[in-house]
């Protein structure tokens, strides 16, 4: 079964809005930046939702494709890499924002602000 472009369109659409999101915060001063405790929040919720999008597109792919089902976030990743759907350098560094994403989740009392720096690009 083909992966339904709907449903990855919306996906990719919120990606690209919370991208233009992070470029805006990521255009501020570290001062500013981290001064203002609603833009490591917003930066936070944006990049745990833009990477929940990227889960979710490599979940529909498997599961339209019917490749082998993975044993956690990462290795969503690593299933499409195998299936050469992703190269290994985009794998390795989707697999990196899997498990940032466990971080912000599950051990966000751990994340702390000063570690952000406004110099996120998207190219």
Same mark, same amino acid.
Do not use: W
């Given at each position: ?7 990855? $369109? !919306?996906?990719? @659409? %919120? ?5 233009? %999101? ?5 255009? &501020? *001063?570290?001062?500013?930046? +981290?001064?203002?405790? #609603? *833009? +490591? %929040? ?5 990049? $745990? ?8 597109? !490599?979940?529909?792919?498997?599961? #339209?494709? !019917?490749?082998?089902?993975?044993? @956690?976030?990462? !290795?969503?990743? #690593? ?12 794998? *390795? ?5 899997? &498990? /940032? #994403? *466990? ?6 009392? @751990? ?8 110099? /996120?690009?998207?190219?």
């Amino acid at each position: 079964m083909k992966p339904d472009p709907e449903v990855l $369109q !919306g996906k990719i @659409d %919120l990606i690209e809005e919370h991208l233009t %999101l992070l470029e805006r915060l990521a255009a &501020k *001063n570290f001062e500013d930046f +981290v001064r203002e405790k #609603r *833009n +490591v %929040l917003s930066a936070k919720h944006a990049l $745990q939702e833009s990477i929940e999008a990227c889960l979710d597109i !490599g979940n529909h792919i498997i599961s #339209r494709k !019917g490749y082998r089902r993975p044993d @956690d976030y990462k !290795g969503i990743f #690593r299933v499409l890499e195998e299936e050469k759907i992703l190269k290994r350098d985009l794998a *390795n560094k989707l697999v990196e924002m899997a &498990k /940032f #994403r *466990n971080l912000l989740v599950h051990m966000y009392e @751990d994340v702390e602000d000063k570690n952000y720096s406004p110099s /996120f690009k998207t190219t």
